[in-house]
């Protein structure tokens, strides 16, 4: 006979999430850059064992716990394939050329006192046109990785210029997908949910630039232009650099906008990297194969190296090779297996119904706008630490607020700007979150190292929830199961 399923209660409901953060600060504290080689994914299936007991406790069956994992797991397929695709896109954008064109051509234009308030608004224009902060971060972030090293800047507040652009631009573009789900979900219009959101994100994106003009200004001058020289040398010694290399990303952003899917968008981007790399880099593929001379077998060897594996170059400067070293499909593997990880905790979490307990929780004591919207907030970063999903942490929080902002007489568009300005923005701030996970192995920066200069990703929730606040930019409609204004002024 099955045991009587008890509700968990809110002490429980908080003890997985206590013992993953504890678990999480160890692994940043004692082992540094090594928590993504398998540190965090231990953590976190640690946590899950704790949720089950818990779960199990409550009177769940190991069939109910099981379910809840799958049923996440498969979620959470379609971001492992783009992830997937990512590294063997970078690999054959390394190998023929097309990311060493653009930090070639880069350092032309580019320089220490503006550099990174110019990487956080070509980011920007990127995702802005493309929708995808993903994409951006894989191909032109890459790029503008390797001119700020060349620069002197550090790798962490490298990628969160990088970040910060991405995600503006995946915030406010109508390609985006997180943007019309946002809309979509709150029952808003797509471009009412862009205007309204304008009103936090514009301020936020600001103060993120102010403060990258400081640090740019500041820091990265360390023989700059020596660096730059020798750099573009490397560069043009070792490959061919040509502006016909820039064909293939036209393509490619060709594709998204006419919203081809981003996996076979990145399937074919990398096939065209390959072919891209046999036409234009002959000598260096001759040399990576061994054979000297560009043969059939050896391109299809090193193509297929950089696909799946490392391919390293050979300039004879250790800052150079690092630059250039790609790790195809096989550096994508560690953040692969954290996403999966985390979906496992996700899934116990929702099995169990802890996620549900605590947000019902969060309701219960909402008063106030300022304290609605707050409260839609931490939602969103708690499903963004839990579920570790960008998409669960818009939807569910969507739908647990949406009849709550209905009955205080506020707009949809309220409601989808809360959920974008911090179920988007905060997905990428959680080592574990898929976003998190994804562009810390896109860049190679880890995401407690990046998350202090991701400034626009958070201060878009800081923003959201100070404007609620403050009462400014709030939008009202009748209450549900008010009478229009019109109609009270005759009765």
């Keep these: 006979m099955r045991k009587t399923v008890k509700s968990p209660t809110v002490f429980q409901s908080l003890i997985p999430v206590a013992v993953l953060i504890v678990l999480i600060g160890l692994n940043v504290t004692l082992l540094g850059d090594e928590t993504l080689a398998g540190a965090n994914q231990m953590s976190l299936l640690i946590a899950s064992g704790v949720t089950a007991c818990i779960a199990i406790r409550n009177g769940k069956t190991w069939g109910d716990i099981l379910e809840g994992i799958v049923r996440t797991l498969t979620g959470a397929i379609p971001a492992i394939l783009i992830l997937l695709m990512i590294g063997v896109l970078s690999g054959t954008w390394m190998l023929s050329g097309i990311i060493p064109a653009m930090i070639h051509y880069g350092l032309y234009v580019l320089r220490p006192e503006y550099f990174l308030p110019a990487t956080v608004v070509i980011s920007a224009l990127i995702s802005l046109a493309t929708g995808s902060s993903w994409s951006t971060v894989a191909t032109v972030g890459v790029a503008l990785l390797g001119i700020g090293r060349t620069l002197g800047f550090g790798d962490p507040v490298i990628a969160g210029a990088i970040i910060s652009g991405a995600y503006f631009g995946d915030k406010v573009s ?3 997908d997180t943007t019309n789900l946002a809309a979509a979900i709150a029952g808003t219009n ?15 994106i600001f103060v993120t630039l102010i403060i990258f003009t400081i640090l740019s200004i500041g820091g990265g001058k360390i023989a700059a232009d020596v660096s730059v020289a020798d750099t573009q040398r490397m560069i043009t010694d070792y490959y061919y650099i040509s502006p016909v290399l820039f064909l293939v990303p036209l393509a490619a952003v060709a594709m998204i906008v006419f919203k081809m899917p981003p996996v076979p968008v990145l399937f074919v981007g990398s096939l065209l990297g390959g072919v891209m790399a046999v036409v234009c880099q002959p000598e260096l ?20 190296r950089a696909m799946y594996g490392t391919v390293s170059p050979e300039t004879g400067d250790p800052m150079v090779d690092s630059l250039f070293t790609s790790r195809g499909m096989a550096g994508m593997l560690n953040t692969v297996w954290l996403i999966i990880t985390a979906m496992i905790f996700g899934g116990v979490m929702e099995a169990g119904q802890f996620l549900e307990r605590i947000t019902t929780a969060l309701i219960r004591r909402v008063r106030s706008t300022g304290g609605l919207v707050s409260a839609t907030a931490g939602t969103c970063v708690l499903f963004n630490s839990t579920a570790s999903d960008q998409y669960l942490a ?3 929080p969507g739908k647990i607020f949406g009849s709550a902002y209905r009955r205080k007489g506020l707009a949809p568009e ?3 700007r809360t959920l974008e300005d911090t179920g988007t923005a905060t997905s990428v701030l959680i080592p574990w979150n898929t976003c998190g996970a994804t562009q810390a192995g896109v860049l190679n920066v880890a995401t407690v190292a990046y998350l202090p200069y991701a400034f626009f990703c958070y201060i878009s929730p800081l923003m959201s929830i100070l404007f609620a606040w403050l009462g400014l930019r709030i939008r009202r409609i009748p209450p549900q199961g008010a009478l229009p204004e019109t109609e009270n002024r005759n009765k």
């Excluded at 797509?190 to 936020?204: A, Q, V």
């Excluded at 593929?285 to 297929?304: E, P, Q």
């Design 285 to 304: 593929i001759g040399s990576l194969s061994g054979d000297g001379t560009l043969t059939a077998g050896g391109a299809y060897r090193v193509v297929s």
């Design 174 to 176: 109508p390609l985006s």
């Design 394 to 396: 818009i939807v569910i």
């Design 414 to 416: 309220v409601l989808s």
């Design 190 to 204: 797509l471009f009412t949910h862009i205007r309204y959101m304008l009103y936090t994100t514009l301020p936020t």
